[in-house]
C-alpha cells in the first residue's frame, strides 16, 4: 500500500472514528438536566444552575488538557493518544449511568475533559499524513464525520432514553465510544510526511510558544476561533426559549431540535468544500470571508417573527461558520512544523474550549438582561469585528500571506 492509499485509507477510518466520538457526545445532551432530575425534588433554578455547570465543566477540564495531549500527541505519536482519550470517554460515560446524586455525574463530567480532546488530535493525525497542497480538503472531509455524528446523536440518545431508560443510555453510548477506539487501535497505521522545517531535537514548550508569538496571523486565527466560539455558543443556552417564543409551546422539543440540528446540515454540506476553496485561493481570505459573512447572517435573526425565518438563517449560518473549523486547520498544517502541529492545535483547541465555556453565559446574561435580540447583535458584532480585525492584521503582513513553509 503506497503513502496516498494509506492516508486515504487513515481518513475513512477516521471519519467513522469521529462520527461516533461526535455522535456519542452529544446523544446524552437532550436529556443530561432530566436526568439530574431523577436524584432528588430540586427546584428549577436548582436543575438549571446545575445542568450548566455539569454541561461546561468538562470544557474548563478540556483546556487545560488540550496542549498537554498535543505535545505528548507530537513526542510519542498520536494514534495512541486517540486509544487513551477513546477509552477514557468510554469508562467515564459508562460510570455516568451509575451515579446516585448531582456531584458525583459532575466530578464524572470534570473528569471526562481530560480526554475530551480526541476530535482535535484526530486533525492533527490527520494534517500531518496529508499534502499541504490538499490539507483543507482532507480536514473538510474529516469535519463532516464530525458533525454528521453530533446530527445523529441527539436524534438517537432521546430514542434510547425514551426505550431503555436514562442508566442504559449512558452505558449503551460507552459502548459506542470503545468502538471507536478499537477503529483506531486496529485501523490506523500512524506515520506523518517528512519536510524541511523537521528539526532533530524536539521542541520546549517555550520554543513552540514563541513560534506561535512571533507569527501574528497565526496567533491571530487561534484567538477568533476562540470569539468564533463565544459568538455561536452565546445562543445555544436560550435557543429553545427563543423557539417557544416564536412558535409557542406546541411541539417545542421537536422544533427546537430543527432549529438547533440545521445549521449542522448546513456545515456537513459545505465543510469539504470550503476546505477545497481554501486550498485554492488561500486559507486567509476565506477566514475573512466566512467570519463577515457568518456576522451578517446572523443579525437578522434579531428581526424574524416565525420559526421557519430562524430556521433558514441557522441553515445559511452553518454554511459559513462550519467552514471556519477546517480552514483554520490547515491554515496550522500550514504553516506550524509539523513536529508541534499537535502543540499548537492543542493551544488552538483550548482557546475554542475557553470560547465554549464563555459563550453560554454571556448569552444567558445578556438574555437576561437585555433580551433575546441583543445576544444576536451581540454575536453579530463579535463576528464582525473578527473578520475585520483579521483582515487589518493581513493588511500589516502581506508577505506573509499564502507564503507556508514546505
Request: hydrophobic share 50%.
Amino acid at each position: 500500500m503506497n503513502t496516498e492509499q494509506l492516508a486515504n485509507r487513515n481518513l475513512l477510518i477516521m471519519w467513522f472514528a469521529n462520527f461516533f466520538i461526535a455522535g456519542s457526545m452529544t446523544m446524552v445532551m437532550p436529556f443530561l438536566s432530566l436526568y439530574i432530575e431523577t436524584f432528588g425534588q430540586f427546584s428549577d433554578q436548582y436543575v438549571q444552575r446545575w445542568s450548566g455547570l455539569t454541561f461546561g465543566v468538562t470544557f474548563f477540564t478540556a483546556f487545560i488538557f488540550s496542549p498537554i495531549w498535543g505535545r505528548i500527541g507530537d513526542h510519542y505519536g498520536r494514534k495512541m493518544i486517540l486509544v487513551i482519550s477513546g477509552i477514557g470517554l468510554a469508562f467515564c460515560v459508562f460510570l455516568m449511568g451509575f451515579v446516585t446524586s448531582v456531584l458525583q455525574l459532575f466530578v464524572l463530567r470534570l473528569f471526562m475533559g481530560v480526554f475530551t480532546g480526541f476530535i482535535s488530535m484526530s486533525q492533527a493525525l490527520i494534517s500531518t499524513q496529508t499534502p499541504k497542497e490538499v490539507s483543507g480538503r482532507a480536514l473538510g472531509t474529516l469535519q463532516t464525520g464530525n458533525v454528521s455524528g453530533s446530527l445523529m446523536g441527539p436524534l438517537f440518545g432521546g430514542i434510547l432514553a425514551d426505550t431503555v431508560g436514562f442508566s442504559s443510555t449512558f452505558q449503551l453510548t460507552s459502548i459506542t465510544l470503545f468502538i471507536a477506539a478499537m477503529f483506531v487501535l486496529l485501523g490506523v497505521q500512524e506515520y506523518r510526511i517528512k519536510t524541511e522545517d523537521e528539526s532533530a531535537q524536539p521542541y520546549s514548550r517555550k520554543e513552540v510558544l514563541s513560534y506561535v508569538l512571533a507569527h501574528p496571523i497565526l496567533i491571530t486565527v487561534m484567538i477568533v476561533s476562540m470569539f468564533v466560539q463565544i459568538a455561536h455558543f452565546s445562543i445555544q443556552p436560550i435557543l429553545a426559549l427563543y423557539v417557544s417564543e416564536l412558535h409557542g409551546p406546541i411541539n417545542l422539543a421537536f422544533y427546537s431540535g430543527i432549529a438547533f440540528s440545521i445549521a449542522g446540515l448546513g456545515n456537513l454540506l459545505m465543510a469539504r468544500k470550503w476546505g477545497k476553496i481554501a486550498d485554492s485561493i488561500g486559507y486567509e481570505k476565506v477566514l475573512v470571508f466566512l467570519l463577515v459573512a457568518s456576522g451578517i447572517i446572523y443579525l437578522p435573526g434579531a428581526f424574524v417573527d416565525n420559526i421557519w425565518q430562524l430556521v433558514a438563517l441557522r441553515f445559511l449560518l452553518g454554511i459559513t461558520i462550519g467552514g471556519i473549523i477546517p480552514v483554520r486547520t490547515a491554515y496550522i498544517r500550514q504553516v506550524a512544523p509539523v513536529s508541534i502541529q499537535g502543540e499548537v492545535l492543542g493551544y488552538s483547541t483550548s482557546l475554542r474550549f475557553l470560547g465554549n465555556i464563555m459563550g453560554p453565559a454571556l448569552g444567558g446574561l445578556l438574555a437576561s438582561a437585555y433580551g433575546f435580540t441583543s445576544v444576536f447583535f451581540t454575536t453579530t458584532a463579535l463576528l464582525l469585528i473578527s473578520g475585520l480585525s483579521f483582515g487589518l492584521v493581513l493588511q500589516k503582513q502581506p508577505k506573509a500571506i499564502g507564503r507556508y513553509s514546505s
